[in-house]
């Protein structure tokens, strides 16, 4: 059951974060592909993080993925797509790292504690997915889309 929570915590992350990362390229939100990439890239990623390999291996991998899946969907250059989702990983960390830090402040549960229940891992991780969702929205709707972005 760790596992199947483990592998489903990163998906709305990993979809909120490809979200924002085409926001900034200028790239209209459509919602399927960019859940359907998502979901892949976050399985795969989590996928990569059970293995027995370096730690933070996955974190690459989901980054090089992403960057692979907007230049390869949109007409976004590979550097401006490194650049635009580089930018919205950094954004996700700021986030979790406010959202830990909130909630060890007003809880007596440790993130030692909390990273070993999946559950309430994935819970606590939740409030920083739904704010870079909501963040790509804004940004898409600031910055104008280019038109034909998407190849598909």
Known sequence: ???????????????????????????????????????????????????????GLHTVAMLLMCVFFISKT????????????????????????????????MTTVNLETANTDSLLWFLIGLPQAIIVFILSIVVSKIKKPVLNGWKI
């Not at 979809?15 to 359907?36: D, Q, V, Y």
């Not at 976004?76 to 989702?85: E, G, L, W």
């Open 1 to 55: 059951m760790n596992e199947v929570i483990l592998l489903l915590q990163g998906i709305p992350e990993t979809i909120a974060t490809l979200a924002l990362s085409l926001a900034f390229a200028g790239i209209s939100l459509r919602w399927l592909p960019i859940a359907i990439g998502g979901s892949i890239i976050s399985i795969i990623g989590s996928t990569i993080k059970l293995l027995p390999f370096t730690l």
């Open 74 to 105: 949109t007409r976004t250059s590979p550097a401006k797509s490194f650049i635009v989702t580089i930018s919205s990983v950094i954004i996700l960390i700021f986030l979790e790292n406010v959202f830990y830090l909130i909630f060890s402040s």
